[in-house]
């Protein structure tokens, strides 16, 4: 069974970065989608990210202009760069993976931004 490995978070001062990666333990056919998600404490997850195979990217509105989400396809990799980071970015980032009738999820990074 396929299975996403996170890394890259941790406690951060505010406007400084942290990179996250995703890593599939093993190939993935047919990828539409890969992305990046969060969930604050009392909140629901949200889209932060998010990248098609044909090079699309969206973003939430909270974070544009300061995160940057790419993918490495030939490694099975996601990556979301962080910037300036603010402490309402704290929260616990997920990455998804969504295939023809599949989708995966990370098992979560933690990403504290301190004031």
């Known amino acids: 069974q396929v299975q996403l490995v996170e890394s890259g978070g941790g406690l951060v001062q505010a406007g400084g970065s942290l990179r996250l990666s995703c890593a599939a333990s093993?190939?993935?056919?047919?990828?539409?989608?890969m992305g990046w998600y969060r969930q604050a404490p009392g909140e629901q997850r949200e889209l932060v990210a998010i990248?098609?195979?044909?090079?699309?990217?969206n973003y939430a509105d909270s974070v544009k202009g300061r995160f940057t989400i790419s993918r490495d396809s030939a490694k099975n990799t996601v990556y979301l760069q962080m910037n300036s980071l603010k402490p309402e970015d704290t929260a616990v980032y997920y990455c998804?993976?969504?295939?023809?009738?599949?989708?995966?999820w990370g098992q979560g990074t933690q990403v504290t931004v301190s004031s």
């Open positions: 998804r993976v969504s295939s023809w009738g599949n989708e995966y």
């Open positions: 093993e190939t993935i056919f047919s990828i539409m989608t």
């Open positions: 990248a098609t195979t044909g090079g699309r990217t």
